[in-house]
Structure formats: C-alpha cells, structure tokens
C-alpha cells in the first residue's frame, strides 16, 4: 500500500488485471485500483466495517444505529458515501448504453472463465478485503443477525474468507448508505434486506399514508430526478409502473434499485451506484431520454422513481465529491481507465 498524501489519508492498492468496461468497445484488461475512504467522511460517518465484530464464521453486528441529520441538505451526503464506496470496491463502470450484442456478454459473468488460477487466487483477496464492508452493510439494517448467520455457515463450510457472499446485498448497501447520510429514523426511511420495503413506504409517501417518509415514489418522466434519489426496477415482477406494484403492496418481489449520482442531458445518460451489481459496487451508465412533457428518465428497465424531499443539488453532484476530488489531486493516483467514460473532468480538476 501507498500512502498517497499525508493530509489526505487515502491508500491506493494496486491489483491484478481485472476485466473492466470501456464505452463502445469489448471487454479489455487493465489494472485494478482501490481507492481508500477519502478522510472527509471519517468522523462523520461509521465506516461499514465498524459496524461489525467477529472473524468469519464468527460474524456479529454489534452497531445499527443511524444518526439523524437535516434532511433538506442529505444529498450531497448520499451522493458522497455512495461514490466513496464505488472507489473503496475498485471502480467497477456497467456501461448500459452500449449495444445488447456487446453489454450482454461485458455485463455478464463469462469473465469468470477468463481466469488464470492466480486471478481467481488474486479475486478471492479482493473478496476477502471487501467482506468486513458487505456485512457492515448488512448491519445498517434490521435482518443483519440473520444475514450474518448464514454467510458464517458459508464461511465454517468453506473454510474460505475469500467465498462470496451467499445472499443480495444491494438492498443492504443502499440502507447502509442512507443511514449514514442521516436519514436515520425507520418512518423516513425503512432500511431493509429488501428493496421492495422501501420501495412500498415511498408509494404509500404518495398516497398520503407515509407522511414522515423521507422518499416519494413517482412513475418515470413525471418527477425530475435529482443525485441523491433512487431508481428502482422489478427483475422478476416485470413491473412497468408504480401502479402496478400499489396493488401487490407487501408482497414479495425480485427488485433492485440504484442511487442516482449524475446526469446528463445533453449526452442522454444518467449515473447511478448501486451494490451487489456483478458481486461488487458499481457506477451505472443509463441511457436516458427526455421525451415531450415528460422529465429526462432511464429508458432502461426502471419502474419506480423514488424523489427525496431534500433541497436540489447539481447535475454533476458525482464531480464534485470528496472521492472524485482525491482521485484528481492524490499525485500518485492515476484513474483506471473505465473511469474515463464518465466525463468527470479529472485532468481539469483544481487542486489546493
């Protein structure tokens, strides 16, 4: 490891090849990189692994306490910590606007057979770094003791730190997230090993009956959509709107959803980090469009924008985070070059 400035304790760890997505072309290799915890939210936050105690197999959450911050200034927290995750997790960029040919097989797992014997050794490392924060993340929320017990099965089966996690996190992840940007009471939001939890408070926000809820749901276009807010779909409900999930209200459904970071007009892309995409944290490059009367919104599979009641930030919230301010100004830190499709001004950043 490399301590990259003194003032700015951030640590990058270079790792093996790893597959990564560049815009409009195949898979290519190129080094890996992990970026620290910028220190500007050490002391404000509880970093994940903090929030659990245990060597695996042993696992236990022992903090799910979320602090309660003002709401009106909460996104550019969320947009913070969510991209600080993305750098702590390597970079990972899902390009969704490339052609179906070329996403289907670059969003995949085919990767995995790609692997020489010291790549999957170098992976199970990586996998063993990330896990005290995956069940940091499980801990924000109220199923973490049963989330921990089943992954310590895995790990007393196993007998390797380095197995991936049994169970969808991305629901974790984003509670985790949340929480630790102050929207910590359960009637503003309802941290949950489900998406569809939150996702039914924001429709029930809606209709009037969830008044404390820090986000209202909205159908795509009808709302403009703000970093900070969420973009949910139904992977296995096919759910085309937030009417038709009203009326399953409670019921079980394969959902996902993202937190958006970034937009763009103008290129027709929206930026969204989301957990537990491809195993990993993952920066979302959406097509987006803007069509007659309608606010710009993903033309992909998205059925539920979920809007917080927070004061509007920036477009280009994601540019002007602690993690991407550290990624310009750390002199030995050189961006992966997945990084470069995201347009986030890197080479023109001001440094102090």
């Keep these: 490891m490399i301590m990259l400035k003194r003032t700015l304790p951030l640590v990058l760890v270079a790792a093996t090849s790893a597959l990564v997505l560049i815009s409009g072309s195949a898979p290519v290799h190129a080094q890996e990189a992990f970026l620290e915890r910028p220190g500007t939210e050490r002391g404000q936050a509880t970093m994940p692994a903090d929030r659990v105690a245990g ?36 970079f990972s960029v899902t390009d969704r606007t490339l052609p179906r040919s070329i996403s289907r097989y670059t969003r995949g797992r085919s990767w995995r057979s790609m692997r020489s014997p010291a790549e999957s050794r170098k992976r199970s490392q990586t996998f063993a770094r990330q896990m005290p924060s995956i069940a940091g993340y499980w801990a924000a929320t109220p199923g973490a003791a049963w989330a921990l017990e089943r992954q310590n099965a895995i790990w007393n089966r196993s007998g ?45 926000a809606r209709d009037g009956r969830a008044k404390a809820s820090a986000y209202v749901a909205y159908d795509m276009g009808e709302s403009a959509i703000l970093p900070g807010d969420l973009l949910c779909s139904g992977t296995r409900s096919g759910y085309t709107s937030i009417g038709q999930r009203r009326k399953q209200l409670g019921s ?6 993202d937190i958006v970071v970034a937009m763009d007009g103008s290129e027709g892309v929206i930026l969204a980090i989301g957990g ?42 994601l540019s002007k985070s602690a993690t991407v301010h550290a990624m310009a100004c750390a002199p030995s830190f050189q961006a992966p070059s997945q990084v470069g499709v995201l347009g986030l001004g890197l080479e023109k950043r001001a440094c102090r």
Aim: net charge positive.
């Design 55 to 90: 060597a695996p197999g042993q696992m236990k959450a022992v903090s799910s306490a979320c602090k309660t911050l003002p709401l009106a200034s909460a996104r550019s927290r969320i947009v913070n910590l969510a991209a600080q995750e993305w750098a702590y997790f390597g």
């Design 160 to 204: 390797e730190v380095g197995s991936r996690w049994r169970d969808p996190w991305s629901a974790a992840f984003v509670s985790w997230v949340v929480c630790e940007a102050g929207v910590g009471q359960l009637n503003q939001f309802q941290r949950s090993i489900a998406h569809r939890t939150y996702i039914d408070q924001a429709i029930n």
């Design 252 to 257: 079980g459904a394969r959902t996902h959803c």
């Design 276 to 317: 537990n995409v491809y195993g990993t944290v993952s920066l979302k490059r959406l097509p987006a469009v803007r069509e007659k009367g309608r606010n710009l919104h993903p033309r992909d599979d998205i059925f539920a924008h979920l809007k917080l009641k927070a004061n509007p930030i920036g477009a280009d919230a």
